[in-house]
């Protein structure tokens, strides 16, 4: 059976819903908005990445929920009496209910949230960092990189796709197959492209050269979760991370800038995954390996 049936097609194959909210701040104030994530999810995560980086975090405000999804979905139970400060709300539920009435589709992390009405601007992922990038300008810090630079931005786009299709997405789609051969198509297409990508980083620091960027953040989440969760969870265990040395390094090089390994919590990863998914782990075990000391070894690139 499917983890998840509505978004699963005739051949077995997981197909993502759409972004339901797509509002873009672009008149940013600070105070204003409240990034809710869960640190266990890529795509949050991603958010939380480039809010760090940037110096955002006092103009943008962040709501962490539970890694434990329930029936009714993300929860702010790490909060004080269950119920985030800001938004007032038990349930992230509540928040999309409140944008539309007749939401029916998944609640998911990252979401925008104006505080001011109470309603999600976006859960529209993928340009939730880039406008970080490019309308928040004002409030970056000093000395912020430059994450998606004007005239590299096609360069970066066209990177993107193929690693949303076989590795962001490509490793969901092995996890959430219901058919033997979605899974072999996925499995075959995530380490093709891994592949692909360490010779495309053997020689060179980043994805774009010299200089980190939007691409190698939207890499990175996967990476990071891949020996935690990806390759026993999700069975993408042709290796693992830290069986390739580039990619590996590459991975350390990244959660050793200053300000990333905060945003890192294997603890809300690895219990999200093995405790949420119950149609492929129903025993909800959370493994205890592996060992995470490992990304703090030297990673040698320069
Ligand atoms: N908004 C996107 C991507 C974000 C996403 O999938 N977030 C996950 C966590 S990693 C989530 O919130 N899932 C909620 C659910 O499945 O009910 C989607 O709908 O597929």
Redesign the pocket.
Known sequence: MAQ?GKETSARGEFV??P?RFTGRVTEPEAGRYRLVV?L?????HRAVIVRALLGLDEAISLAVVDPI?DER??RFSLDTDGVDPVLGAQFLSEVYLATDENYE??????ALVDTHTGTVVT?D?PRITLDFSTEWTSFHRPGAPDLYPEGRREEIDALIEPIFHHVNNGVYKCGFASAQSAYDLAYTSLFAELDRLSERLADQRYLMGDDLTEVDIRLFTTLVRFDAVYHGHFKCNRNKLAEMPVLWAYARDIFQTPGVADTVDFDHIKRHYYATHEQINPSRIVPAGPDPSGWWEPHGRS
């Open positions: 998840f993502r819903q972004n869960s266990a999810c890529p795509w949050a999804r979905g993300w589709g998944r609640v998911t992390v990252p859960n992922y």
